[in-house]
């Protein structure tokens, strides 16, 4: 088995999320006691999160990337970056390090084609719903027709996320609103929607949604149970 070398805290709360599938998903496989080989380096988010409101990449790239060669120096196989909105700097990661960054991008458009999906509604960070970064792999790789909500709906989405699910909190109010905008992509035409957050399964789940929704920490986590196992 490979040892998988987790970049997380991004925020905390889907990281736990992250080592639970990974642990469950390699017992499931193997079976007995069987559990995932994982190096952890967790920082912490507060400085990641100034860094992106400030809009500096490039230092916040640098930190995640020292962060990648303690894990790759610790003897990690691959890469996993816990949080889609830092996929923004996979390339200074991969620059970082010689080991391979698993990204969760292509675990999740794979998934998608493999299941048909053509027209699909994304739900994130504003980061990650504004730029191109992640829509524009999914475009160009995946040939996926990528919508995001409006402007306010985005925004709404964004606070909701780093408000309230990075610091835990799980609002009734926030779930419907989130499941509204969900039902209005799929009005418009989507045939998925893309939890692009990983924190956003904490608050939506597949059984209160009437459209397909695609939870990118657990597609993230299988892939990566694949290549440990593969």
Known sequence: MLCIG???????????????????GVRERLGGLHSARILLHSVDFAEIERLQAQGDWEQAGQVLAKAARSLEAGGADFLLLATNTMHKVAPAL?????????????????????????????????????????????????????VTPDELQRERVHRIIYDELCLGVVNDASRAEYLAIISALAEQGCEAVILGCTEIALLVGQCQAAVPLYDTTAIHAEAAISAALS
Not at 6 to 24: H, I, K
Not at 120 to 128: C, D, I, N, S
């Open 6 to 24: 987790v970049l997380g805290g991004m925020s905390w709360e889907s990281t736990v999320s992250y080592y639970q599938a990974l642990n469950r």
């Open 94 to 146: 991969e620059a970082a390090v010689s080991i391979p960054l698993l990204h969760i991008a292509d675990a999740t458009g794979a998934r998608l084609v493999r299941d048909g999906v053509r027209r699909v509604g994304l739900l994130g960070t504003r980061f990650t719903m504004e730029q191109d970064f992640y829509k524009g792999r999914l475009s160009e790789r995946f040939a996926l027709e990528v």
